[in-house]
C-alpha cells in the first residue's frame, strides 16, 4: 500500500493486528503522542477487542512522557521528545506500565509547524517492544499535512507489529 492510509484500510490493518495478536495470545499496550491515541481509537473500535488490547497512553508533554511512561528528563533535554532515544523509552515504560506483553510507541512531529532543520515536519519515531525483549525504533519522514502523518504513522505502527516483533 502506498500513499495516504483511508479509513478502509486503516480498518483492516487493525483487524489484521488483531487477528494476529490472538493468533500469537499477546496483548497490546500503545504510547502515542503525535497520533493522539489513534491506535488505540482503532483498537477499541474492534469488538471484543479486550482479550488483545491491554489500555493505551498518550502522552502529548514532555511532563506526560515523564509522569505515565518513565521517559528521563535527560532524554528530553538531549534527545527531544522526537528521537530514538525517547521512542525506546516510551515502548519501555508503557510495558512497564502494563500488563502487555507488546507496545508500540510513537512520537513525531505532525505539523504544520514545529519541524528544525534537523526534525522537519514529517519526521516521526516508532518503537516497538515485547516484553522480555529487546525495544527497537525506526525513523521515518512522512509527506503532506498533519492528517496525512498522522494516517502514514498509524498505518506504519501496525504493520511493524507484525513485521518487526516477531
Not at 80 to 94: D, L, N, T, Y
Not at 108 to 128: M, N
Request: net charge negative.
Amino acid at each position: 500500500m502506498t500513499g495516504i492510509p483511508s479509513d478502509a484500510e486503516l480498518q483492516r490493518l487493525i483487524h489484521e493486528v488483531a487477528a494476529w495478536l490472538q493468533a500469537q495470545r499477546l496483548s497490546l499496550v500503545t504510547a502515542e503522542s503525535c497520533t493522539g491515541g489513534w491506535i488505540a481509537k482503532l483498537a477499541t473500535d474492534v469488538a471484543g477487542s479486550s482479550a488483545w488490547f491491554d489500555c493505551g497512553m498518550v502522552a502529548y508533554s514532555y511532563e506526560a512522557k515523564q509522569a505515565l511512561l518513565g521517559v528521563r528528563p535527560q532524554t528530553l533535554e538531549l534527545q527531544g521528545a522526537v528521537s530514538r532515544e525517547c521512542a525506546i523509552e516510551m515502548v519501555s515504560g508503557a510495558l512497564i506500565h502494563s500488563g502487555a506483553n507488546i507496545a508500540v510507541a510513537v512520537t513525531g512531529i505532525a505539523g504544520p509547524g514545529g519541524g528544525s532543520d534537523d526534525k522537519p515536519v514529517g519526521t516521526v519515531w516508532i518503537g516497538w517492544k515485547r516484553r522480555g525483549g529487546y525495544a527497537h525504533a525506526k525513523v521515518f519522514h512522512f509527506d503532506g499535512d498533519r492528517e496525512a502523518v498522522r494516517r502514514q504513522t498509524v498505518a506504519t505502527a501496525l504493520r511493524g507489529l507484525m513485521d518487526d516483533v516477531v
